[in-house]
């Protein structure tokens, strides 16, 4: 069965520190690689995603990710993470046959000031 | 404009009973999904909705589960005979076609004592 992993429960982070956040999915087929988030009180909105062409992809507020085939890996980073990215991070996987989305279970990013 | 909106936002009932849950999707978004967000997992899909087309309905998790969309707009996931395993956070989402961005509601909280 199609499944997504995150291998980050939970992360605390400085200000200004960097950030990477793991994603690998299982299906080997074509897929459509989605980052969500969801900050304290709101609802999920779309980081980035990726369809095809450039495997790196940049979202909003200075995100990005870098699609790796060969590894089936969908790693989000940022640079230097602010109080404001606090907040809960969903990978998707949505395969180009199928109308399913593959959700992971969530990376809780807490960033001290 | 208005985005996804759900109702109600909060749900508490005994076991047993039926409850309805209710969507209403961005204007002309001609895609709907429901999924459950259960205590430290992802988000499981339940149900998509594409135009006039028959629902994928794979996702259900039993038959206690239904969900319908009347005039390609409104959605309601009806729970009946609710168990306290149903308890969960039921989100929905909306978009222009399958593999484009998703718009999430707030959720609806549901609680079976």
């Known amino acids: 069965a199609q499944s997504v992993s995150q291998h980050n429960h939970h992360v605390i982070l400085s200000e200004a520190a960097s950030l990477e956040l793991g994603c690998n999915y299982s299906y080997g087929g074509t897929v459509n690689l989605f980052w969500y988030v969801q900050y304290p009180g709101q609802h999920l909105q779309l980081l980035l995603k990726y369809f095809s062409g450039d495997p790196l992809v940049k979202g909003i507020k200075g995100f990005e990710a870098e699609f790796i085939k060969s590894k089936f890996s969908f790693n989000l980073r940022k640079p230097s993470v602010q109080w404001s990215d606090t907040a809960e991070y969903f990978c998707a996987v949505n395969r180009d046959t199928g109308n399913q989305f593959y959700f992971g279970t969530g990376t809780s990013l807490t960033v001290i000031p | 404009g208005a985005g996804v909106s759900q109702s109600p936002s909060n749900k508490v009932t005994e076991k047993g009973k039926d409850v309805e849950l209710r969507c209403d999707p961005i204007s002309g978004h001609t895609a709907l999904y429901w999924y459950r967000q259960s205590l430290g997992q992802g988000l499981e899909f339940l149900i998509y909705?594409?135009?006039?087309?028959?629902?994928?309905k794979s996702g259900l998790p039993s038959d206690r589960f239904s969900a319908e969309r009347t005039g390609g707009s409104v959605s309601t996931l009806t729970i009946q005979r609710t168990q306290q395993e149903d308890s969960a956070v039921y989100l929905c989402?909306?978009?222009?076609?399958?593999?484009?961005?998703?718009?999430f509601g707030p959720g609806t909280r549901l609680t079976v004592t």
């Open positions: 909705f594409q135009g006039n087309s028959a629902p994928d």
């Open positions: 989402a909306s978009s222009l076609v399958w593999s484009n961005e998703q718009y």
